[in-house]
């Protein structure tokens, strides 16, 4: 079966630089998710997009933007990079049930390092 | 962490002993998951249990929620060594998100 595919899996930059990362899900998932886990921490919610459009708000730096596409496939952007930047970044997509229940499933992540 | 704390933070036991991890949260959720993750790699689900549940059941797997406490407890039975890994509790508070909590590190040894 199919399942969600980030691009790249590994990235390294300079501070100050660009990055963009990309996220395919599960075909006729509805909803996209960004999470940042950096060493040792839990993930932590980013941001998220249903339907193509922003759902919900976490922890996002302003100096990351993140958009959905229409064929469902998400970029997250991250401009000004900053060493505190360098983390495992992951997507997940799911489909938003009848009764609100419902699983997640998560890519394999992009690791970035920022140097 | 976002949403509460996992207890133990780590835990090393023998291979074919039981492991227990326990997860508090704090607001109303419609459901929590528990995902394994294996060094620096992807989350993987392992189980999911709605806030109408009390106990749910997945092969060597046993989750337990108790939404007035607002805890839940992991149970793997006749662990193996494959099973060391980091594993997280994450809530779904009505579709906007998962709210990860810190971690437990399990570490079987053969």
């Known amino acids: 079966a199919a399942g969600v595919i980030q691009s790249p899996r590994h990235l390294i930059k300079e501070k100050r630089e660009t990055a963009t990362l990309k996220c395919y899900p599960i075909p006729r998932h509805d909803t996209v998710y960004w999470y940042q886990q950096g060493p040792g921490q839990d993930p932590q919610f980013l941001i998220s997009?249903?339907?193509?459009?922003?759902?919900d708000k976490g922890s996002i730096p302003d100096r990351f933007s993140a958009q959905q596409f229409s064929d469902y496939h998400s970029e997250l952007n991250m401009s000004s990079l900053e060493l505190g930047d360098s983390a495992l970044y992951f997507c997940a997509s799911s489909l938003l049930g009848r009764d609100r229940t419902y699983g997640y499933t998560f890519g394999s992540g992009t690791r970035l390092t920022v140097v | 962490s976002q949403q509460g704390e996992e207890d133990p933070q780590a835990l090393s036991i023998q291979e074919g002993e039981n492991a227990t991890m326990n997860c508090s949260y704090k607001t109303s959720i419609n459901n929590l998951q528990w995902y394994r993750q294996n060094s620096g790699r992807g989350l993987v689900h392992l189980i999911l249990i709605r806030s109408n549940e009390r106990e749910k059941h997945s092969g060597r797997l046993r989750v337990t929620l108790d939404t007035s406490k607002k805890s839940s407890s992991l149970l793997i039975t006749a662990s193996r060594a494959a099973d060391t890994a980091s594993y997280f509790c994450?809530?779904?508070?009505?579709?906007?998100?998962?709210?990860f909590g810190a971690g437990t590190i399990l570490r079987v040894k053969s």
């Open positions: 997009f249903y339907e193509k459009m922003q759902s």
């Open positions: 994450a809530t779904d508070a009505y579709g906007n998100k998962l709210v």
